[in-house]
């Protein structure tokens, strides 16, 4: 008797992790991971992008902000999550690469993630008063040199993009800047058109906003081609600072251990929404480009940046306190 009782309930297990597995993918809502406050692009891009998927798999994707240091508390956060496919991440420059090489982290997205795909790409835009006396970059650099120590670029914080883009043109142009670190570009950007700093590679978006006030003169992007939202501004490249690129960008991670097809499948549904009109228009508003990769891509794309940025930090000598 006990015997037919142990399998029954064996036959009745084995049917339920059937049933189980049968269930579509996603049988629940997901959670959506960002690591920067709402309100922020990071935040109203995750919204776009899943309500897009919300309308596909017909299940809710809930945006998560958990902001705080710098975007490495939601990593940290979103590191810990079951690898069951129902959390993902909305991973970008700062916390998973600028972060770890500036200053220890207890998160290392090769061994605690799985990439997904790259989603969106921004450049920065080269900016200064409208009170400075240059017109270009080849002006602004001859200004650095001749008064080597005193012009200050401001950034949105120690490993932000606007932060490297500036140590990237210290090295470059061979000139001797000031960086002035601020909590996010938004404080920064009042400074420059206050004449408190002299340059920055601000976020695009507030930097069109800003250069529409008539208060700030744009010189170039920090891309390696021209953008699409500037299209009459030439590239620090084409203005004479060879193998100049600096874009920040963002990706969806998993969990690591998040089964195989999971992850392709929330792969090819990003890429269908990403091609989206609707979604390519709204985050455009936002400033930033859409692209779309394979898992493997992204994984190298992140491993190549890695490289590259700690070089510059090594050579620069860069650090956190």
């Known amino acids: 008797m006990v015997q037919r009782l142990l ?27 960002v690591t920067y406050p709402p309100g922020g692009s990071s935040e109203v891009s995750a919204r776009i992008i899943g309500q897009q998927l919300t309308e596909y798999w017909g299940q809710s994707v809930m945006i998560d902000p958990r902001p705080g240091a710098d975007g490495s508390i939601g990593t940290e956060y979103a590191a810990k999550q079951a690898a069951d496919g129902y959390t993902f991440l909305l991973a970008n420059f700062g916390p998973i690469v600028a972060k770890p090489l500036l200053t220890k982290v207890s998160y290392d997205w090769k061994r605690d993630f799985v990439p997904v795909s ?18 270009d970059v080849k002006q602004l650099i001859a ?40 909590k996010g570009n938004a404080q920064a950007i009042t400074d420059i058109m206050g004449g408190q700093i002299t340059t920055m590679f601000s976020d695009a978006l507030p930097a069109m906003a800003a250069m529409n ?19 009459d501004l030439p590239t620090l490249a084409e203005s004479g600072i060879k193998g100049f690129a600096a874009v920040n960008w963002w990706g ?49 794309f992140m491993a190549s940046e890695t490289a590259r940025w700690g070089k510059l930090i090594e050579d620069a000598g860069l650090k956190l306190k």
């Open 7 to 33: 399998c029954l309930l064996v036959l009745i297990a084995t049917a339920v992790a059937g049933w189980a597995q049968a269930q579509p993918y996603p049988s629940k809502p997901v959670r959506f991971i």
């Open 118 to 135: 790259r989603i969106t790409y921004a450049a920065n835009i080269l900016v200064v008063p409208v009170s400075m006396p240059v017109k």
């Open 143 to 182: 200004l650095a040199r001749a008064r080597p120590g005193e012009l200050t670029y401001g950034t949105s914080g120690p490993g932000s993009m606007s932060h490297f883009a500036g140590e990237m043109f210290k090295r470059l142009a061979k000139v001797n800047m000031i960086a002035v670190n601020y």
């Open 213 to 231: 006030t008539k208060k700030l003169r744009a010189l170039a992007v920090t891309s390696g081609e021209r953008w699409r939202f500037t299209p």
């Open 252 to 300: 969806i991670l998993f969990p690591a251990g998040v089964p195989r097809p999971i992850v392709d499948k929330v792969n090819a549904d990003l890429a269908k929404a990403l091609a989206n009109e609707r979604v390519k228009t709204r985050l455009g508003e936002l400033g930033v480009e859409t692209i779309s990769s394979t898992p493997e891509e992204f994984g190298a």
